[in-house]
């Protein structure tokens, strides 16, 4: 059993950053395959960027390549988002998966542990 609290979300203008963390419980954290999905209103929930357990292989959605960013620390049972150059378009409630794939999965059916998400706001 793995729970994940996201933090770090929040107001931002455009062109600007925020860093979310998803701090996790339970000690098999550093074997899982980490997500992040967002979902805007209105909108199916749409991943963003997978990180492997190892941290080695690292899948971005195509409309964050080059301007977000994901890392985990595995003695701290934490995984980051760090996103730049914001957009309002990236505004969605964004939530962080545990998964026990070898691969790194696209699909949020692929994932078993879901927090309960943080709400970004990019202003234009």
């Known amino acids: 059993q793995v729970q994940l609290v996201e933090s770090g979300g929040g107001l931002v203008q455009a062109g600007g950053s925020l860093r979310l963390s998803c701090a996790a419980s339970?000690?098999?954290?550093?074997?899982?395959?980490m997500g992040w999905f967002r979902q805007a209103p209105g909108q199916e929930r749409e991943f963003v960027v997978g990180?492997?357990?190892?941290?080695?292989?690292?899948l971005f959605a195509d409309s964050v390549k080059g301007r977000f960013t994901i890392s985990r620390d595995n003695a701290k049972n934490t995984v980051y988002l760090q996103m730049n150059s914001l957009k309002p378009e990236d505004t969605a409630v964004y939530y962080c998966?545990?998964?026990?794939?070898?691969?790194?999965?696209?699909?949020?059916?692929?994932?078993?542990?879901w927090g309960q998400g943080t709400q970004v706001t990019v202003s234009s």
């Open positions: 998966a545990a998964g026990s794939s070898v691969v790194v999965p696209t699909t949020w059916y692929d994932y078993t542990y």
């Open positions: 339970g000690r098999r954290f550093s074997s899982y395959v």
């Open positions: 990180i492997s357990w190892s941290g080695g292989s690292t």
